[in-house]
């Protein structure tokens, strides 16, 4: 089975996920917290559970690294050249408030480098799905799915719109958007839950997602997928490619996500070596 064989079973395999949580959606689901104070609910360990199994029966030979599952010694990952890296429930915050900004995210590792991610949304049947060699694409729900590309200017009229976490942001990241708004002129502002932020830029609905905050790896990898597939790009404060590496820790550096070729990438560079 070849990459894009084995993106299309994932996208299968993450509607499965998806209708595992939806019975717990707005059901008074408990709400315990792990180690991190993170959020846990039987929704996230249901959607673990089918993940597991399913990529399991997919590719047994490529080992799974889950947020519900990664007490993985450093040892036995670093003898991985591909990995699974997975969010069962992403915006699991979300869910708790009755939001229907959560997902599932599953992403494809090679050497630290993301081939394919997909990005399910439970509640209305959307889904995203990508890679850099491969493309991206949305399909809503009984629908053929189509091809998505990133934009590189807001429309004509339009402006200029930053991608923000509705519940984590930083003094750095303020920062940031007033340079930026210096830069491209008046910001818009799109407030969204979990991994869809990248795939608003994907979809050619947003310019940027600026991160100066704490993410894990298992947030971003799936939907960093779709959008190199769609002409993105992930880059850390320093201008490089945004990897993941095989390290104890699995925190992200901060980064920004946005058009490869933006015509206004060079002054985000410049604005974001200043917060470096």
């Known amino acids: ?4 064989q084995l993106m299309l079973e994932v996208v299968k395999l993450a509607r ?9 959606w707005r059901a008074d689901v408990a709400v315990t917290n792990k180690a991190d104070d993170s959020p846990v609910t039987a929704a996230d360990l249901a959607a673990h559970q089918v993940i597991a199994e399913g ?28 990995w699974w890296l997975v969010d069962p429930l992403d915006g699991t915050k979300e869910f708790i408030a009755g939001s229907e900004e959560f997902t599932v995210n599953i992403a494809l590792i090679e050497r630290g480098e993301v081939v394919f991610g997909v990005v399910s949304m439970p509640t209305n049947g959307r889904c995203y799905f990508g890679g850099r060699q491969l493309g991206a694409w949305r399909a809503l729900a009984g629908a053929e799915a189509e091809p998505i590309q990133v934009r590189q200017q807001p ?3 339009g402006r ?3 991608v923000a976490s509705k519940r984590h942001s930083s003094p750095q990241q303020e920062a940031l958007l007033g340079g930026l708004g210096s830069a491209v002129g008046e910001l818009e502002l799109a407030n969204v839950g979990s991994s869809l932020k990248f795939c608003l830029l994907a979809e050619g609905a947003a310019d940027c997602y600026p991160r100066l905050a704490p993410t894990s790896q298992w947030d971003t ?8 597939g769609a002409g993105g790009e992930v880059i850390g404060l320093d201008g490089l490619p945004f990897r993941y590496p095989v390290r104890e820790s699995l925190l992200n550096p901060f980064f920004l996500a946005l058009p490869a070729t933006a015509p206004w990438r060079a002054a985000l560079l410049q604005l974001a070596a200043a917060m470096g």
């Open 160 to 162: 200029f719109t930053v």
């Open 221 to 228: 990898a799936a939907a960093q997928g779709v959008l190199e």
């Open 1 to 4: 089975m070849n990459d894009q």
């Open 55 to 82: 990529l399991q029966a997919l590719a047994p030979h490529i080992p799974v690294l889950s947020e519900e599952d990664c007490d993985i010694a450093l040892a036995e990952r670093q003898a991985w050249t591909r």
């Open 155 to 157: 429309p004509q009229n």
């Open 16 to 24: 499965l996920a998806g209708e595992a949580i939806l019975p717990f």
